[in-house]
């Protein structure tokens, strides 16, 4: 069985969108305005963000993105910091990994294993 899509509520479509563009390489595919955003990764799955007001996820709620080396996992976090983002060293827990907020209210974890 494959999963198809992931659907995100969003405090901000465009900052989100665009944080996921440049970090982690999705192409959106589709929008609404700033309401909706359908985006797509390199393995075609679909991620879609939609508006909400005053968006809480819980605490350990994230989505994970998965590089193939230590390096580039490195990488995203050195750009991420450069780039202003409140980011931790990565560290050996389940892989080699950090957490980051993103716009939009949600967290993102990128890891190698």
């Known amino acids: 069985m494959k999963l198809n899509h992931l659907n995100l509520t969003v405090n901000d479509v465009d900052a989100t969108r665009q944080f996921l563009e440049t970090y982690f390489h999705m192409i959106c595919v589709g929008s609404r305005g700033k309401s909706f955003a359908a985006m797509l990764d390199d393995q075609q799955f679909v991620l879609t963000l939609m508006k909400g007001k005053d968006v809480h996820y819980p605490a350990t ?28 060293a990565p560290i050996e827990s389940h892989g080699y990994t950090f957490y980051v907020q993103a716009p939009g209210g949600f967290t993102i974890e990128v890891l190698a294993e």
Do not use: E
């Open 61 to 88: 709620f994230h989505i994970g993105f998965p590089q193939d080396s230590r390096a580039k996992v490195d990488a995203i976090n050195k750009r991420l910091k450069n780039d202003g983002y409140k980011v931790d």
